[in-house]
């Protein structure tokens, strides 16, 4: 059974641009929260999405959306980069939001580096 | 508002000791709580998830237990090996299922 899969894995952008991250989580799970890990902040939550719906948010600023699709899979796009958006993005699935267990597994992530 | 304290920040130990990792948070009223192994540039790997109502899980050579009441759980790893040199994360959940407040984690270290 695959895993939670992150795209692209590494990827440098220079401040100002956008970006767009992917995640597809493992087949037959309907939530997808994501993630940001930095060395001083350590890791905080972004958002989860479940049935196409955010469900909750992190205490982030617009410029970071996301978005789910009928499939499951899901994307979240940074607008305007900042030096500090430079982190590891962790995707996690779990297979029905308010499932008894409540067991996330996540992505390998991917490594935004904004110059 | 929560928060997770993890102690030690770091840890090296030599092959075949048994350790004990610490996890505390300060509200008490979590859903579960899981423990995380990530190794360096690597993604997260679920150790093991103890719900609310439950006291300890067990798989392998790990044991976490949980106490409610004082806001604490440990991370019990027996015989260390090298292959267990990593960093290694508590997070707690109010809700089932999402928006984990992790804390900073143990890097551990063990020697051959």
């Known amino acids: 059974k695959a895993g939670v899969t992150q795209t692209p894995r590494y990827l440098i952008k220079t401040r100002g641009q956008q970006v767009t991250l992917s995640c597809s989580p493992i087949s037959g799970h309907r939530s997808v929260s994501w993630y940001q890990q930095t060395p001083g902040q350590g890791l905080q939550f972004l958002f989860e999405y479940f049935s196409e719906t955010q469900r909750n948010k992190g205490n982030f600023p617009g410029r970071f959306s996301g978005r789910q699709f009928s499939n499951s899979r899901s994307e979240m796009n940074v607008s305007t980069l900042e030096l500090g958006d430079s982190a590891l993005y962790l995707c996690?699935?779990?297979?029905?939001?308010?499932?008894?267990?409540?067991?996330?597994?996540f992505g390998e992530g991917s490594r935004l580096t904004v110059l | 508002k929560q928060e997770v304290t993890q102690i030690p920040a770091a840890l090296s130990v030599p092959e075949g000791e048994n350790l004990v990792l610490n996890c505390s948070f300060t509200d008490s009223a979590i859903y579960n709580l899981q423990w995380f192994r990530q190794d360096p540039g690597k993604g997260l790997t679920s150790l093991l998830l103890?719900?609310?109502?439950?006291r300890e899980q067990t798989s392998g050579r790990l044991n976490a237990s949980l106490d409610k009441s004082s806001g604490r759980s440990t991370l019990y790893i027996a015989a260390s090996q090298p292959g267990d040199s990593a960093t290694y994360l508590c997070?707690?959940?109010?809700?089932?299922?999402?928006?984990?407040?992790f804390g900073k984690g143990t890097t551990l270290s063990v020697s051959s």
């Open positions: 996690a699935s779990s297979l029905v939001q308010g499932a008894p267990t409540g067991e996330l597994f």
């Open positions: 103890i719900q609310s109502s439950q």
């Open positions: 997070a707690v959940s109010r809700q089932a299922g999402t928006a984990l407040i």
